[in-house]
């Protein structure tokens, strides 16, 4: 029940991130409509100059999360498709030259990176990993060796990480990484909840969230 609460709007107006957002819009808005000139880029198109107020908003956003990252992304992809690619709509393509103008299908095309597939396929084996409970046993024989104390754990993690990176690309190492991290993370959140219930370090999260359902949230053995 917890966790259908959370993933459902809280019809809480907080004033803060709307105007963390308005500003994020004006800011954008004096990107996009300067003249090229100011911004002291010798040869910069309309396009590009959009481009940078897209990336503008893009930070913001995602600093100081007014909305939702992933909803931040999906404003991205259509911004860009909607302003700057050869579908844009025809008062964005009006005067620009069509050579200038993004093509669409490599706008789209980004959804198909080796990297992106990489992360994805990355996610969906630590999912099946925590379901069938094959991430726990990993962590806890992975890192017996290493002991109880913090920064052995820590220097399992490097050696165990770097290890991995000799056979397999950085960025295939660190997919497969969440698979006995996630555990691990887990654990420190329950043992902090069950030590100090009444210092919770993390206000904004509530102390039954760790523990949302048994079979995906359940403490690690200890080695």
């Known amino acids: 029940m917890s966790e259908q609460k959370r993933n459902t709007l809280s019809e809480v107006f907080r004033f803060k991130k709307f105007a963390l957002f308005i500003v994020a819009v004006v800011i954008t808005a004096i990107l996009w409509n300067l003249p090229s000139t100011a911004f002291g880029i010798e040869g910069l198109t309309v396009i590009q100059q959009r481009v940078i107020a897209i990336f503008a908003f893009a930070t913001i956003m995602w600093v100081t999360e007014a909305i939702s ?13 909607f302003t700057t690619s050869d579908n844009a709509f025809l008062f964005f393509r009006e005067g620009i030259d069509k050579s200038e103008l993004l093509h669409h299908s490599a706008l789209m095309a980004t959804f198909a990176d080796p990297i992106i597939i990489l992360f994805l396929g990355g996610f969906m084996l630590a999912i099946a990993a925590t379901k069938s409970g094959l991430d726990v046993f990993l962590a806890r024989n992975l890192l017996r060796p290493f002991g109880r104390k913090s920064e052995m754990v820590l220097l399992g993690f490097i050696l165990i990480t770097g290890a991995f990176s000799m056979f397999v690309s950085n960025t295939a190492t660190a997919a497969m990484m969440l698979t006995f991290l996630t555990p691990v993370f887990k654990h420190c959140l329950l043992k902090v909840r069950e030590e100090w219930p009444s210092h919770w370090p993390f206000p ?6 760790v523990w949302v359902h048994p079979s995906v949230h359940r403490p690690m053995p200890l080695p």
Do not use: F
């Open 69 to 81: 990252s992933w909803a931040t992304s999906v404003v991205l992809i259509a911004a860009l498709l």
């Open 204 to 209: 904004w999260l509530p102390t039954s969230a």
